[in-house]
């Protein structure tokens, strides 16, 4: 590579300086760069999600910016690179399965000869993999919507892509087959060796494939993380959009529908009819919601208090501040809250010291249930 | 009868030779069309619909100066041993340049219906331009190709105007149905011929309609996949 060559990158996939405009809509992404695994790209409907997968992919060309995918450099507006997508080996899998009518399966799969042993072989283990063996003679037309995307899928494979972009893939099925699929997929995508980028709206898809998420809004990659540190420090518009995800198993369930979950050797009481006993759960709480108390108070309709350390107090705009709570000495259990910055004075918090945080049950949320508040 | 036998052996032979001769310049014409997007697009569509709107005696005229004895391109190819001036030949170049925007209308329409979401599935899995022609764009045209050539080969079979204005009426050379039929008309004493003639190119054209409607509804079913015939099942 020659001296000037702007970045070389390490990681898979790096987006710089990334600016696509059309019509009033804009993308902006000064930087991203993707893990290895799983990584969900969430955020609301025309949010830019589509669009930045088609940036990647070489479907559309950007303003300015450049794109390198495994150290290669795809993309680079200023120094008129772009390389065309034919050429960029990306596995595509589209909301719909775009498979050709006029071919069987078959030969939607290996639309390319292969002509040595070891491209057989492979063809052949990824069609095992994927559970297709016995729709290979079929048409397109007679697959169901979870089969054609597994063909899809397949297709994506075949070539062995540097990167595999999921858009959506399960929104054009039905719910049956919607749920098979995500089981499908939460089995097979981890053990790929590739890394994926899994684009949805919704968070429960989102909590069951991927370990790192990417929040996109109104053409911005606003955070990256873990599942609960991007759903935790969202700041909404009026700057008190802050929220904290813990982590428990449930351990009773009572007919009147009241669950109850362990925070390791504290509960947690909230409602819920689809949960099982011994089930993972994670819980969104809005930092809004919590209460704040010195000693735990007797004859009070809140059914939920922990008890945790003032890990940090974090003044905010507005009068207001954030006191985060570290549950049960465990770093990863931080539950933040928002009080008014005088309410600290006149309770005389300090960083270190034990407090009381209560909250209703019905402030508590599932992580699967949030999508429609979050997104 | 030998005679009729004749006149329609060549005729046909004159039609198919233009169709076939025409056929890839129509489908790579229709392609650029349908896909391409350049300045000038709209003039080369305007000069390929020509000979349908400009009067056939003109295109006849126009072919006589060009391809002609003494026309540039028909020095060139005299070259390589191929004549059109008063040959067979120049009566296939006529029929094939007069069916020309009738054979890459319909193709251009079947370029124009492939799906672009297919098109990028293909360009993603890394198929080039080649490629995803003869696997998507091919078979999605096939019938509109099907149909531009029976239109094409039928306005081929009744050319008329270009041919004789170019290669004239030479009997076992040029002398077409059409132009059999008119030279009959002019004797005396031929009318059941021109009756045999007329009714041989009306049966002619029918047949290859019904030929085309044919293969275009088979090739049809065929394209959308075998989803009808399951739910049947």
């Known amino acids: 590579m020659s001296p000037n060559t702007p970045f070389i990158p390490e990681q898979s996939l790096i987006l710089k300086n990334i600016i696509f405009k059309r019509n009033d809509f804009t993308i902006n992404i000064p930087s991203f760069s993707l893990p290895l695994g799983v990584t969900a790209l969430v955020g609301s409907s025309g949010c830019g999600k589509t669009t930045i997968l088609r940036l990647i992919a070489g479907l559309e060309r950007p303003n300015s910016g450049s794109i390198a995918i495994d150290k290669k450099i795809v993309t680079d507006i200023e120094k008129n690179i772009f390389i065309p997508a034919q050429k960029r080996n990306i596995g595509y899998v589209f909301q719909t399965p775009r498979l050709l009518a006029h071919l069987n399966v078959m030969a939607n799969i290996a639309l390319k000869p292969s002509h040595s042993n070891a491209q057989k072989q492979h063809q052949e283990e990824i069609i095992e993999r994927l559970g297709i063996t016995r729709l290979l003679n079929k048409a397109t037309g007679g697959l169901s919507g979870g089969e054609a995307q597994r063909v899809a899928l397949a297709r994506a494979l075949i070539t062995k892509p540097r990167i595999l972009l999921m858009d959506e893939p399960l929104s054009a099925i039905d719910p049956k087959g919607k749920d098979e699929l995500l089981e499908f997929f939460a089995q097979i995508l981890p053990k790929l060796k590739v890394p994926i980028i899994y684009v949805t709206h919704s968070l429960e898809e989102a909590g069951r494939l991927a370990k790192d998420f990417a929040m996109m809004s109104d053409g911005k990659i606003i955070n990256t993380g873990d599942a609960p540190s991007v759903l935790s420090h969202r700041h909404g518009e009026r700057g008190d959009g802050i929220a904290s995800v813990l982590s428990g198993k449930i351990i009773k369930k009572e007919n009147d529908g009241l669950v109850t979950i362990a925070i390791g050797k504290q509960e947690v009481q909230i409602f819920g009819q689809d949960l099982e006993i011994g089930s993972n759960v994670s819980l969104h709480l809005w930092a809004r919601d919590i209460i704040l108390a010195k000693k735990t108070p007797k004859d009070i309709s809140a059914r939920n208090s922990l008890s945790g350390i003032i890990s940090e107090i974090i003044e905010l705009q507005n009068g207001l501040v954030e006191v985060r709570v570290m549950i049960e000495s465990e770093p990863d259990n931080l539950v933040s809250a928002i009080v008014m910055a005088r309410t600290i004075k006149e309770m005389q918090l300090i960083s270190a010291r034990p407090i009381t945080l209560l909250f209703k049950s019905a402030a508590v949320q599932k992580i699967n249930d949030i999508g429609n508040l979050l997104l | 009868m030998t005679d009729i036998f004749d006149i329609v052996l060549l005729t046909l032979k004159i039609a198919l030779t233009g169709v076939a001769v025409t056929l ?88 124009e219906a492939v799906d672009p979401d297919l098109e990028e599935a293909l360009e993603i899995s890394g198929l080039g331009r080649w490629r995803r022609f003869i696997l998507l764009d091919l078979p999605i045209a096939l019938p509109g190709i099907l149909a531009g050539i029976i239109l094409g080969f039928t306005k081929a079979l009744g050319e008329f105007g270009a041919t004789i204005t170019f290669v004239a009426s030479i009997p076992g050379e040029t002398q077409t149905i059409s132009l059999a039929i008119y030279s009959f008309l002019q004797q005396a004493n031929a009318s059941q011929m021109v009756l045999v003639l007329a009714s041989l190119s009306i049966g002619l054209s029918i047949f290859a309609v019904v030929i085309s409607e044919y293969l275009t509804q088979k090739i049809s079913d065929s394209l959308r996949g075998k989803r009808g015939a399951e739910n049947v099942a």
Do not use: C, D, H
């Not at chain 2, 000069?47 to 003494?70: A, C, D, Q």
């Not at chain 2, 059109?84 to 296939?92: D, E, P």
């Open chain 2, 24 to 111: 890839p310049i129509a489908i790579i014409l229709a392609y650029i069309l349908a896909k391409g997007n350049f300045a000038g697009k709209s003039l080369l569509s305007a000069l390929i619909m020509l000979p349908l709107v400009m009067p056939p005696v003109v295109t006849g005229l126009i072919l006589l100066e060009t391809f002609g004895p003494n026309g540039f391109l028909g020095r060139f190819f005299a070259i390589f041993g191929v004549e059109f001036g008063f040959r067979w030949t120049g009566a296939a170049l006529a029929a094939g340049l007069v069916a020309l925007p009738l054979i890459v209308r319909p193709i251009r329409q079947g370029f």
